[in-house]
């Protein structure tokens, strides 16, 4: 098993906890750009367990690139380890750079 597998399973079980917990508390925090996050995966028909857990990987997908990743790199992980094809996998990684890392866009 590779890192990279063995940290995006080991970072599937965090989103996984995560998602539970969130079930446990209905009253989680969402603001106007989880909101807009969510909406926008929604109505590309990529779908999570719960926004929270859409918010979650939103943002590890800013973790990812501030390790240095490449986002052509996180989308082939993404699409490796979800149902996503390309399109809808760097639709994700575009519009949670979008909503939390936006220093990570290209002027």
Do not use: W
């Amino acid at each position: 098993m590779s890192a990279t597998t063995g940290t995006l399973r080991g970072l599937g079980a965090v989103v996984t906890l995560l998602g539970l917990a969130a079930l446990a508390c209905p009253a989680a925090y969402a603001d106007a750009v989880d909101n807009a996050f969510v909406t926008a995966v929604k109505n590309k028909g990529i779908q999570f367990a719960s926004p929270e857990a859409a918010i979650v990987a939103g943002h590890e997908v800013c973790d990812e690139l501030d390790l240095g990743k490449q986002k052509s790199d996180i989308a082939s992980e993404v699409m490796t380890n979800s149902n996503l094809d390309g399109y809808r996998a760097g639709y994700f990684i575009g519009a949670s750079v979008a909503a939390y890392c936006p220093r990570y866009r290209v002027s």
